[in-house]
């Protein structure tokens, strides 16, 4: 498959699909073009490198080629998760530098329950995964939360697994995370300086670090954490529209909320926007900075984790692991940066917040 049949079945010029398949810092202007380009090239079976194509027509390679394994758990599309979508990105471009074919990519949505878990299933589903393929997999990279167990189970099977996450797993694998407590520090701090002091959360709370971080931050500079403030929601953009729906119709609102994930809160941007309530105007901060959120009005406040850097340190760590480099599970974090813009102001300007979306 050429990046000219891309191009012809999305409509670009081939230098186009070029630019956005192989260079991990261009920035396309329309993402909705991106999108299909991806789409495309997925849909086609596009295969990036020189060695992926070398394997694929059976011709042998002076290098060794690896085979890596791709695993989305807690939802079961990367539409549904634009952080990981954009990390998932990110893995293709390492992958293409390192000499690294995307063997499979599967999603496990019930990968990230804590109870309840179906483990008949979860053997079905690992048995699916790891047999019955004409080429084995060197490794797994798992994005997002993953049952412990689950993770020992998927770690006997392949050689080497890594996780990239917001939340340890307690050296179950070797691991690429953002300190998810320390985002929220860095979130509710700001929200702290600006004044506020009635601050809701939005987003998972079990075993869940930025939940933690939340609690920690209210606890820390003498604030209550009101149970009326808080709603556990899916990591998705409808949940943050329902949760906002749900808080426009209390009579005392928080003046601000901390949201798990952009896509939460562009869900509550969203509902606010429709609702164009005149007397409520609060401030809304996240973590991840996926591009949507330099594209809405207002601009979302938020916490940057670097999806490139987890990306390329994620593939480092399992090739490291493949070649025998290590033993010891390794743990390595991401550090967050504060991205000021517009979804956010002082409490005592609430009413210059303009919602369009």
């Known amino acids: 498959m050429s990046l000219k049949q891309i191009a012809e079945k999305v409509g670009v010029s ?8 192989n260079d991990p810092n261009h920035k396309c202007a329309d993402k909705d073009l991106r999108d299909k380009v991806f789409a495309a090239a997925h849909e086609l079976n596009y295969v990036p490198n020189e060695a ?11 290098e060794k080629v690896y085979l890596i394994d791709v695993l989305l758990t807690r939802n079961s599309s990367l539409e549904q998760d634009e952080f990981f979508n954009e990390v998932y990105r990110a893995l293709e471009m390492e992958f293409n530098r390192k000499h690294c074919i995307l063997s499979g990519f599967f999603t496990e949505e019930c990968f990230s329950a804590e109870e309840n878990v179906d483990f008949e299933k979860v053997h079905q589903e690992i048995d699916e995964m790891t047999t019955d393929r004409s080429e084995k997999s060197d490794g797994l990279i798992v994005l997002g939360k993953c049952n412990k167990s689950i993770l020992k189970l998927l770690n006997e099977r392949y050689k080497a697994v890594v996780s990239i996450n917001r939340n340890s797993t307690d050296y179950a694998v070797d691991e690429v995370i953002c300190d998810g407590a320390h985002i929220a520090n860095l979130a509710m701090n700001y929200l702290i300086k600006l004044g506020h002091r009635r601050i809701g959360y939005v987003g998972s709370c079990h075993h869940e670090s930025r939940y933690t971080g939340y609690l920690q931050e209210m606890f820390r500079h003498n604030l209550e954490p009101l149970p009326e403030d808080t709603m556990e929601v899916r990591h998705i953009e409808s949940e943050g529209y329902k949760a906002m729906q749900h808080f426009l119709k209390q009579e005392n609102p928080p003046t601000a909320f901390y949201c798990a994930n952009d896509m939460v809160a562009i869900g509550m941007l969203k509902c606010l926007a429709k609702a164009k309530n005149k007397y409520y105007f609060p401030s809304i901060i996240s973590s991840d900075d996926i591009e949507a959120a330099q594209f809405i009005k207002p601009m979302l406040t938020t916490v940057r984790i670097d999806k490139e850097a987890m990306a390329r340190f994620a593939t480092a760590i399992l090739l490291d692991r493949i070649h025998g480099g290590h033993s010891e599970s390794i743990s390595l974090k991401i550090d967050g940066k504060l991205m000021i813009r517009e979804s956010c102001t002082r409490v005592d300007e609430v009413n210059s917040l303009d919602y369009v979306i």
């Open 14 to 21: 081939a230098a186009t699909v070029s630019r956005i398949l």
């Open 52 to 62: 992926a194509k070398n394997l694929k027509m059976g011709k042998k390679s002076e």
